[in-house]
């Protein structure tokens, strides 16, 4: 381990070949202007493009570069979990490599930490170039997460944020498989405090979280950090026996009272659907929940590296050299 790096800067990638050259450079003369040695850890995350070879080409002049691939796309929190196993920098940063996140910001972030925060966060003011559709799930989603746990998760925050070393350390003790970065960030705790900003669009490329990987994400945050959701099944299952008791009582009421036949059987297929529909959804999310306890018996490494530049390949939480 290389102890006298004061700055890790952790960029996930995959398939970024149209914005590396660009994020690079930026990267580069932010970091250069501290005058403070750093490492740039691209975590290569499945790329099928040419990132890596690009990312091996700035590599050649520039000792800065480091480079971790892995064998297969894992996902963005893992590629940022596998950067933070690697870096040794007094101070880590973890930004997005599409420029979404201007390194620039950087700098007040290095500034916060040298006041004496441990943590410090890049949150949005606004989001620039994204669809009405996205920027209102994640709204919603954070407000959701909000509501459900005793956490305190900063809201409209990604995972651009300064970690100081200890907390960096903390991180990398817990062993949960479905990571959801940020909320540890929260749970492990120290002085935190946040630096605003407002989110440029994309400077190349497509987004790499189709709808699929943000369920993934959103589901991953949930599950960590509140069981209410399986609260809801019982507060369900209660307000349906109340309905279905009062329900019985109207019937029976009528049926003493008047003499008109019920169309039963109208009622009896709505009420069908309804509760199959309630039963399902009861189920799936105590099918998530399920998931993730297999997932954490199951104990698999989080993720495989196929090679690594400019670094020595290790195992996680083992402090030993391959
Ligand atoms: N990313 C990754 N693995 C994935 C998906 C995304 O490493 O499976 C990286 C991606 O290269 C980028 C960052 O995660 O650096 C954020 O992704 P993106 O900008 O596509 O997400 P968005 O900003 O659209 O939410
Ligand atoms: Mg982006």
Redesign the pocket.
Known sequence: MNGDISYSIIVPVYNEEAVIDQTYRRLKQVMDSTKEPYELIFVNDGSCDHTTALITGFGYQDDAVKLITFSRNFGHQIAITAGMDYASGAAVVVI?A?L?DPPELILDMIAKWKEGYSVVYAKRTKRKGETFFKKQTARLFYRILNISTDLDIPMDTGDFRLLDRKVCEEIKRLPEKNRYVRGLVSWVGFQQTAVEYERNE?FAGE???PLKKMIKLSLDGLTSFSSKPLKIANYAGAALFLFGLIYLAVLLLLKISTTSVIAGWNLVMAMQLVLTGILLTMMGIIGEYIGRIYDETRDRPLYIVSECYGMIKKERNVKKVV
């Open positions: 997005d599409d979404q994309r987004t790499k979280y």
